[in-house]
């Protein structure tokens, strides 16, 4: 079963637009999310996380946002730029040290 | 600073071959960890470990393969008699501390294996 899931396989923006991706969990045990940035032939590069205890972290033109409620997190990139351009995973992990990942979503910011 | 390394970058083997897959770690990181990513997935974890502990293997598929950290520094990822689904990008990660879920996980850039 997919602990977390990432539904929207592509995005398309142009640039200085909003990008926002989006991703989904079904382990309420889960208390600590993280966003990984991923070019071809590069590993996995971290971005930005949250802890459960808050709603929100910002860091430059990046925001995520965590409703536990909903069980749902958000990346927020504003405004996009062409390099941006990369697959995004959401993570997650139960207060141990593996991640979960997502399947990611591929973002394109064109001109 | 130099980040993770993994070696080699690409290996194809036969079906039935064994293949070494090499990671050295950032300089001084405690943790290492090991995932699978499948063409089109997410990375998957296959295990961890803490200096040379090998403390959580639970996401190893098969007894096919096997991880080891002798000195608490290099790692190596053994996979014997590979089989078709074993193709994929093996990824290595360290962190800096003794565990724990807000320590972060810094990636090597992979080894992609092709089992023909």
């Known amino acids: 079963d997919q602990q977390v899931k990432q539904n929207s396989p592509s995005l398309s923006v142009q640039e200085g637009r909003i990008s926002i991706l989006n991703c989904d969990y079904t382990n309420s045990m889960f208390d600590y999310f993280l966003w990984y940035k991923k070019y071809p032939a590069e590993g996995p590069t971290f971005l930005i996380s949250?802890?459960?205890?808050?709603d929100k972290n910002e860091d430059g033109r990046f925001t995520v946002f965590l409703n536990k409620s909903a069980k749902h997190l958000s990346l927020h990139i504003v405004p996009s730029q062409p390099g941006d351009s990369a697959v995004y995973f959401c993570a997650a992990t139960p207060n141990t040290d593996k991640l979960i990942f997502g399947t990611g979503t591929r973002l394109q910011v064109f001109p | 600073g130099a980040g993770v390394s993994q070696s080699p970058r690409y290996k194809v083997a036969k079906r039935g071959q064994d293949v070494a897959l090499r990671c050295d770690p950032i300089?001084?990181?405690?943790?290492l960890f090991w995932y699978q990513q499948a063409l089109g997935q997410g990375p998957e974890f296959l295990t961890y470990f803490q200096n040379e502990a090998q403390l959580d293997k639970s996401g190893l598929p098969s007894d096919r393969f096997f991880a080891e950290r002798p000195e608490g520094s290099v790692s190596t990822l053994k996979i014997q008699r590979t089989q078709q689904e074993d193709s994929a990008v093996y990824l290595c990660a360290s962190s800096l501390g003794s565990g724990g879920s807000t320590d972060t996980q810094y990636f090597g850039p992979g080894t992609r294996l092709t089992v023909l």
């Open positions: 949250i802890s459960s205890i808050k």
């Open positions: 300089s001084g990181h405690v943790s």
